[in-house]
């Protein structure tokens, strides 16, 4: 019924941080969904918290190596860019601004860099990927 994908598990194995549809903008009768937003399910309790503050399309959430912070993919100021926030959905911060569409931001294993793939805005002359990176803004 709703979409849930892209789980990832926390480093401590305590939590899964996803995207899903659900929201008070899906309608089944209507056909109309709501805007992707990341969860969180909790294992030990089998709850479910939905980050606050959220808006567009928020997708591909990672762990930071230390479980405190999430990087993920917003266009919620137009173009898909990689962001960070604190685990409770605090502290949210873009990290890329270069008008790419990034996806799936991967940290590096000292949690000091995300590396992307981006794909430059689409012109007549080129549509190639490029891989960026970034450092962490705290």
Known sequence: RFAQRDPVWSPDGSRIAFTTDFGAGTDFELLSY?????????IATSEVTYLPEQKGKNINPQWGPGGRTLAFVSDRK????VWLMDADGSRQRQLTSDGGQHT?????PSGKRVATP???QATARSGRSRRTAARRRT
């Open 104 to 108: 799936h931001p991967t940290w590096s």
């Open 78 to 81: 137009g173009a898909r860019q």
């Open 118 to 120: 981006a794909r430059a």
């Open 34 to 42: 709501d805007d992707y937003q990341i969860g969180l399910f909790d």
